[in-house]
T-cell receptor, first 116, second 117 residues
Framework: AQSVTQLDSHVSVSEGTPVLLRCNYS??????LFWYVQHPNKGLQLLLK??????LVKGINGFEAEFKKSETSFHLTKPSAHMSDAAEYFC??????????????FGKGTTLSVSS | NAGVTQTPKFQVLKTGQSMTLQCAQD?????MSWYRQDPGMGLRLIHY???????DQGEVPNGYNVSRSTTEDFPLRLLSAAPSQTSVYFC????????????????FGPGTRLTVT
């Protein structure tokens, strides 16, 4: 069965310092992986996706993630945090569902706090 | 394009009442789905549809019905609301499932916040 584990429920950083949000996945086949961001009282926005092309994926707002098959990880990073990065982040794996559909399996989320 | 739209944005129901959450997309996406978001649980799939006239259950389908009479619309019905259905509901759509369905980005609506008392 496919699943996603976000290793930290809450991460706190100072503005200008690096961000690391950790995600491990399990999948019986080569997965498609995504990171979504949700700002308070807002919908979900796609940050980046991995679909078996380059293992280092660049997304919006300076975020990137590296797919490491040997470690079954897809950690999200950003070199320098900005106050506007404060939000909840979801690591997501896309799976077949009931042989006909595609479903997104969400991690439980990591809340990123950024202090000045 | 308006993308994925959902109505209403907020709703309060009494236990036992019924209602329909509306979802529409104008991107001609074949694939549509409903998720619920609960604190500490991430999002969980309720129902999905791979095209007009075709629906199927997700992870947490009990208490919800769906139908897909057109490509654009995918309403979610609560037949008899229960407090356990208090949640934020998101509708999503994506391109055709195609050969590599897993790679397609899903576009999310803004959500409906439902409270059942």
């Amino acid at each position: 069965a496919q699943s996603v584990t976000q290793l930290d429920s809450h991460v706190s950083v100072s503005e200008g310092t690096p961000v690391l949000l950790r995600c491990n996945y399990s999948s019986s086949y080569s997965p498609s992986l995504f990171w979504y961001v949700q700002h308070p009282n807002k919908g979900l926005q796609l940050l980046l996706k991995y679909t078996s092309a380059a293992t280092l994926v660049k997304g919006i707002n300076g975020f990137e993630a590296e797919f490491k098959k040997s470690e079954t990880s897809f950690h999200l990073t950003k070199p320098s945090a900005h106050m506007s990065d404060a939000a909840e982040y979801f690591c997501v794996v896309s799976v077949r569902f009931n042989q006909a559909g595609t479903a997104l399996i969400f991690g439980k989320g990591t809340t990123l706090s950024v202090s000045s | 394009n308006a993308g994925v739209t959902q109505t209403p944005k907020f709703q309060v129901l009494k236990t036992g009442q019924s209602m329909t959450l509306q979802c529409a997309q104008d991107m001609n996406h074949e694939y549509m789905s409903w998720y619920r978001q609960d604190p500490g649980m991430g999002l969980r799939l309720i129902h999905y549809s791979v095209g007009a006239g075709i629906t199927d259950q997700g992870e947490v389908p009990n208490g919800y019905n769906v139908s897909r009479s057109t490509t654009e619309d995918f309403p979610l019905r609560l037949l008899s609301a229960a407090p356990s259905q208090t949640s934020v509901y998101f509708c999503a759509s994506s391109y055709s499932r195609g050969i590599f369905p897993n790679s397609y980005e899903q576009y999310f609506g803004p959500g409906t916040r439902l409270t059942v008392t």
